[in-house]
């Protein structure tokens, strides 16, 4: 005699396990899609938009980009790759100029937040114009951006300041909140 063969419904953790597995495999491999990322912010450059040690989100890719975003570039220096966080102030045929730590943009100042700590070290040799405070008009040329520290006296670590323009290819990310769920702007 043959028993008839007889099912079980599958539990709920199970399907819970399954579906969590998923979306595990999902954020890991992003699948080719758009899903942010956790940064944390190592230093103060960025303040006071965002502070030394807050975790930020940052969506990648990048996106549609505007002025006054914060983005991540991806910076080189001798054998090492860095993704350093700095307020997009410049698209492509855009003048930027700045004046006492103001950026002006087109001819108009931007009043996205920013700090000068020192303002005695408004020089330094490392600058492409010298001054970190009162510098240009530039005109961006295409295919490029400038971006900058909210902190106007981090010398040396790296901003359009520095090391020019940034090309747009290398701005993998923009951030958009702090996981304290503030938005970043």
Known sequence: MMHPRTTRPIGWTVWLGVVLFGLAAAWTTRLGTHWPSVYYMTGPSME?????????????????????????????????????LRRLVALPGDTVAMDSGVVLLNGKPQHWPFQILQPAASFSPMAIDGNLYSWGPWIVPRDSAVLLADTRDM???????????????????????????RKLR
């Open 48 to 84: 006071p938009t965002v502070a030394a040690g807050q975790y930020f989100l940052a969506w990648s890719p990048a996106g549609a980009l505007s002025r006054g975003d914060l983005v991540l570039f991806r910076f080189e220096e001798a054998d090492e790759v860095f993704h350093v």
């Open 155 to 181: 010398l040396g670590w790296p901003d359009s300041r520095f090391v020019g323009f940034i090309a747009l290819s290398d701005i993998p990310a923009r951030a958009t909140r702090a996981l304290t769920g």
